[in-house]
Each structure stands twice: as structure tokens, then as C-alpha cells.
């Protein structure tokens, strides 16, 4: 078919077309930029206004938040405030308080010195008698000792396992016994140092079993029949083994803290007194008396005529003299008895005849004085039947 040849109108209808189809194409990006172009600034704006709206908000929120902050600050202001109140109230209180204790404390230690003289007074009911006993104590010449402590005291009683009789711890809050060898009785006054010391070498041979059985001896009724019990404690000692004993554990019919005369090698366990008190104002205080049963054999001699003491002293003539660091050994009834001189002190020895015994060691101002007591003793010894062997 032949082809249509294109008039002149519709060469510039399509033409046209074109034109009009660029000037689309060519206007939608600008149309499409100028919408953007003119979106961008409005959404920017309104962006712009929410923070610019949001801005002042957050801003007061910051703002509030800080306004609160001080708040707490003053709060934390306020602790220190109450703190240095406390603290400056703290030196006022302690003033007040100081001033109101400085006059308890001070009573308290204004009460001491009357503590401390309580040994010197013991405000009993023994006063008086104790009053009695230091005045012949001092009519004697016996310097009695300054007072034991409380504690001292306690001490003592826990050692031996029992409490001492009222009486006798009033007198040791006075004087913790005695100066000098011959105080009381011609014996020692022991201190409570003393009185333990003494009270364990016996407890020593008790427990070693030297009384075997424990079973014998001649007491005195309301007495127990025992060589020792760790009940009788001694007060007094002579040098050879002899006490006064305080006896805590009386028989029937006795009376506790009764004082017993205890001889380490005799049978006899006599009661002296009925209590501590009384027995110290009854006895002999100072030199010139010797505690000893047979004191009365003294005598004994006299009734052939009047020229005895001259006879006693022809005794001691024939006692041979000990010479120094000799042991001179003595027995009788299964005992011996055994002392040896070394210049100014002697040492004794005693107890049950196969046994080693018990030893004690006393010593003298100077060597007269030791001779003089030796002698004295192995006298008293003889006089009760000791043989020298």
C-alpha cells in the first residue's frame, strides 16, 4: 500500500506534541524542586518551631530542676549545722557533765585513805581486845607488824582451802604478825607469808603419806585423832618444827578456830584456847618463855636442895658441845630428832625413823645467839626422853 504523505498540519501537530512533551519534562523537575524548595523552608520552620518550642520547656525543666537543687544543698547545709551544734553543744555538755562528776570522783578518792587504813582499824567488834593485845605487845617490845591486805587475806584462805575465823582476819588487817623469833611464847608470829609457808611443808608430808594412816596421837577432847590435818594451820613456829595451830576442823564437842599446841614428835594435841583473840591477850609476849609442855621439869631438880641452878649449869657443862657442821641425831618412840650448828643458824631435821624426814633452817643475828638456842633445844629434847644415838 502506498504511504500517506504527511500534510502540513499534522507535521505541526506533532510538532507541537513534542514541544509540549519537553516543556513536561523539562517543568516537572523544576516543579517537583520548587515543591521541595518551598517544603524545605516549611518543614525547617515548623522544626525550627518545635525546638524553638520544645527549647523553653526543656530550658524551665533545667531551670526548675536546678532550682530544686539547692534545696537539697541547703538540706545537706542544714546537716552541718545541726552537727556543729552537737559538736559546739559537745565541750558545753562535757563541762556541765565534768563538773557534776569532779565532786563524786573526788568523794571517791577522798574515801581512799579510809580503805587504806582499814588494816590499822577494822571498826569489829574485836577492836578492843586487838587494842589490849598491841598494848602488851608494846609493853614487851614486841613491834607487831603493819596490816595485811584484803587481797593478801583471800589469797591466803584459797591456798589453804578454807576461810579463816573472823578473828583472826580482823587481827591480820592490823598486823600480819610479828617481828623477831620470840614474839609470842618464845615463838615466831607468823606473817600469812609465813603461815602458808609453814602450812605446805606439812601438806607436802601429808600427801607423801609420812603419817601413814593419820590415826594416831593424844588429843584433847573436841579434838580429831590425827598426827596432822591440813585443817590445823600454823600461827606459830619455833625453829624445831613446833606451832600453835588454828584448827578449822574441830571434833565433836570442839570449837572451830580453837588454838592447839602441836609438838611435830609428841602424841599430845592440847587446846590451848578457845579462840585466837583470846589466846594472843593470855599470852607471853617477848623473851625470858619458851612454849614448852615440860617447862615444869625445870623445877624437878630443885627439891634435893637450894643449890639446883647450879646444877642445871653442870648440865650444860657435860653436854657436849656441837662442833660446827656436825649433825647430832636423837631418838625415841620410832622418832628421831637431829640438829646440826653452822655459825650463826642451825638446821633441824625430824619425823619417823626410816625416813629422810622434814628439814628446817634457822638463822641468828651472830653465832652466840645460835649456840645458845641450839643448846636449848637439845635440852628440851633430852628432857622429853630423845636418846643421842
Excluded: C
Excluded at 623445877?299 to 653436854?319: A, L
Excluded at 631435821?349 to 634457822?362: A, D, N, P, S, V
Amino acid at each position: 500500500m502506498p504511504k500517506k504523505k504527511k500534510t502540513p498540519q499534522a507535521e505541526s501537530g506533532g510538532a507541537k506534541a513534542k514541544k509540549a512533551a519537553k516543556k513536561a519534562a523539562s517543568a516537572a523537575p523544576k516543579k517537583a524542586a520548587k515543591k521541595k524548595a518551598a517544603a524545605a523552608p516549611k518543614k525547617t520552620a515548623k522544626k525550627t518551631a518545635k525546638k524553638t518550642a520544645a527549647a523553653p520547656k526543656k530550658a524551665a525543666k533545667k531551670t526548675a530542676k536546678k532550682a530544686a537543687a539547692p534545696k537539697k544543698t541547703a538540706k545537706k547545709t542544714a546537716a552541718p549545722q545541726k552537727t556543729a551544734k552537737k559538736k559546739t553543744a559537745t565541750p558545753e555538755a562535757s563541762t556541765k557533765r565534768v563538773a557534776a562528776a569532779a565532786p563524786k570522783k573526788t568523794s571517791k578518792k577522798a574515801a581512799a585513805p579510809e580503805q587504806a587504813a582499814a588494816p590499822q582499824s577494822s571498826g569489829s567488834e574485836h577492836d578492843a581486845v586487838i587494842a589490849r593485845i598491841e598494848a602488851k605487845a608494846a609493853a614487851a617490845g614486841v613491834r607487831l607488824a603493819e596490816g595485811a591486805s584484803a587481797k593478801t587475806v583471800k589469797a591466803t584462805e584459797k591456798t589453804l582451802g578454807a576461810a579463816l575465823p573472823e578473828e583472826v582476819v580482823a587481827f591480820y588487817r592490823r598486823h600480819d604478825g610479828a617481828d623477831g623469833d620470840a614474839a609470842v611464847e618464845g615463838r615466831e608470829l607468823l606473817s600469812l607469808s609465813r603461815m602458808v609457808d609453814e602450812w605446805k611443808i606439812w601438806k607436802d608430808l601429808l600427801d607423801q603419806g609420812t603419817f601413814e594412816a593419820n590415826d594416831h596421837g593424844q588429843p584433847d577432847p573436841g579434838v580429831q585423832k590425827k598426827w596432822w590435818i591440813a585443817e590445823w594451820v600454823p600461827v606459830t613456829y619455833d625453829g624445831a618444827g613446833n606451832h600453835h595451830v588454828i584448827d578449822l576442823a574441830p571434833a565433836e564437842g570442839g570449837t572451830r578456830g580453837q588454838i592447839l599446841s602441836f609438838w611435830h614428835d609428841d602424841d599430845p594435841r592440847t587446846v590451848v584456847a578457845k579462840g585466837f583473840l583470846t589466846w594472843l591477850e593470855g599470852a607471853h609476849w617477848g623473851e625470858g618463855h619458851e612454849a614448852d609442855d615440860d617447862s615444869s621439869d625445870d623445877d624437878d631438880s630443885s627439891d634435893d636442895d637450894d643449890s639446883s641452878d647450879d646444877d642445871d649449869s653442870s648440865d650444860d657443862d657435860d653436854e657436849p658441845e656441837a662442833a660446827a657442821g656436825t649433825e647430832r641425831r636423837f631418838e625415841m618412840d620410832q622418832k628421831f630428832w637431829a640438829i646440826r650448828l653452822d655459825g650463826d643458824s642451825f638446821t633441824v631435821r625430824f619425823g619417823k625413823l626410816g625416813t629422810e624426814g622434814q628439814e628446817q633452817i634457822k638463822s641468828f643475828d651472830d653465832e652466840a645467839t645460835a649456840q645458845k638456842e641450839h643448846d636449848k633445844l637439845v635440852a628440851a629434847k633430852t628432857k622429853k626422853g630423845y636418846l643421842e644415838v
